[in-house]
């Protein structure tokens, strides 16, 4: 009776020692990958199959002219293209994420569920946004939904940052704990998403006309902001180390300067 005792209470502190443990980094990566594909291969079919020109309705309706019958279902593949880079922005974001944790936890685990649960949403938000007429209610109903959908799936990957961070000698790689080049980029990398895309929605709550425009700029312009993040983050941190080098060269210079002065001009 003992021994069975003895085995069944080291079986359970086994099983607590095996819930605690940390996720697989490469099993978190591949997850996130398959779902990242999964969810472009639905906006694909999604624009292929309601998105084509009917033969009968390009002779008929447009005389022939393919380019007119595409020029048609022009804001449908403006929508396309706009959720496809963010889909694959978001996807470069969770890369450049993962890249520099060493260690993934639990509860960095369940962040990237939720923020793929909301990436699983942009095929909806493509539909919504290319469904509905031109600035009606609906429209910018549906325009809000995606920029409420990014918001989200763009913000629990900041908070998996943020939890790396919490524990970032066992979580982080070297380079990209508090104070390096690469920690500043990686927070104006993770934080561009969030803003600009509640930036959009509070923006379209107030300048409703403009609506659609907004969203199609926020999509155009993130790339872009991307690029010139890099540039900004480097001219910045180029500044900042400039100014401590010349405040430390003043105080070398105070210092050498004092030692140079003889007690009684010291003490004047």
């Not at 020109?53 to 595409?70: I, Q, Y």
């Not at 070297?174 to 509070?202: D, I, Q």
């Not at 993130?222 to 993040?229: E, H, R, V």
Request: proline share 3%; aromatic share 14%.
């Amino acid at each position: 009776g003992q021994r069975d005792e003895e085995e069944a209470h080291h079986s359970l502190e086994t099983f607590t020692f095996y819930l605690s443990e940390p996720l697989s980094k490469e099993r978190v990566e591949a997850f996130s990958d398959g779902v990242y594909a999964i969810v472009a291969t639905l906006l694909i079919l999604d624009i292929c199959e309601d998105n084509v020109p009917d033969p009968r309705e390009v002779e008929e309706k447009f005389h022939g002219s393919l380019l007119e019958a595409l020029s048609e279902y022009g804001p449908n593949y403006l929508a396309y293209f706009g959720s496809f880079v963010t889909i694959g922005l978001l996807w470069f974001v969770h890369h450049s994420l993962f890249l520099y944790v060493t260690k993934a936890t639990r509860l960095m685990g369940l962040l990237n569920i939720l923020s793929l649960a909301f990436i699983g949403g942009l095929p909806l938000a493509y539909q919504l946004t290319s469904e509905f007429a031109e600035r009606s209610h609906n429209e910018i109903e549906a325009i809000q939904v995606s920029c409420v959908i990014t918001f989200f799936a763009s913000i629990f990957q900041f908070a998996i940052w943020t939890t790396a961070l919490l524990h970032e000698r066992e979580t982080l790689h070297p380079f990209a704990r508090y104070g390096g080049k690469e920690h500043a980029f990686m927070f104006a990398k993770l934080a561009l998403y969030p803003c600009v895309s509640l930036g959009a929605f509070f923006l379209t709550c107030l300048l409703s006309e403009f609506s659609t425009t907004i969203f199609h700029l926020m999509q155009i312009v993130i790339p872009f902001a991307f690029l010139a993040l890099r540039i900004f983050v480097r001219i910045s941190l180029t500044v900042i180390k400039s100014v401590m080098s010349l405040s430390r060269r003043k105080a070398v210079l105070l210092e050498e300067e004092e030692a140079c002065l003889s007690p009684s001009e010291t003490l004047s």
